[in-house]
Nanobody, 116 residues
Framework: QVQLVESGGGLVQPGGSLRLSCAAS????????MGWYRQAPGKQRELVAT???????NYADFVKGRFTISRDNAKNTVYLQMNSLKPEDTAVYYC??????????WGQGTQVSVAS
């Protein structure tokens, strides 16, 4: 069982920045891939970014150049640095982990709101 705890969400103006954190209850060396997803009201959950244990990253087209995913293995934490935020980035952001044997876990989510 992997517990994931997100933090760092909040209200920010358009063009602003936020950094989300996802702390895992186990060593993230043991996790094949971690990622961030988001779900806006009335919409399906969608991939934002992922990072593998080897450090390979993948981004949704709508965040390329604005968001950066990273990991701190010593802290068992994955980050999502979000810059140049837009109102359409408003959503609940969820941390996700996928183990080497395909077990998937989710965090409880953190709200990000982008508004003037």
């Amino acid at each position: 069982q992997v517990q994931l705890v997100e933090s760092g969400g909040g209200l920010v103006q358009p063009g602003g920045s936020l950094r989300l954190s996802c702390a895992a209850s186990v060593s993230i060396f043991s996790i094949y891939r971690m990622g961030w997803y988001r779900q806006a009201p009335g919409k399906q959950r969608e991939l934002v970014a992922t990072i593998t244990s080897g450090g390979s990253t993948n981004y949704a087209d709508f965040v390329k150049g604005r968001f950066t995913i990273s990991r701190d293995n010593a802290k068992n934490t994955v980050y999502l640095q979000m810059n140049s935020l837009k109102p359409e980035d408003t959503a609940v952001y969820y941390c996700n982990s996928r183990s080497y044997n395909d077990y998937i876990y989710w965090g409880q989510g953190t709200q990000v709101s982008v508004a003037s």
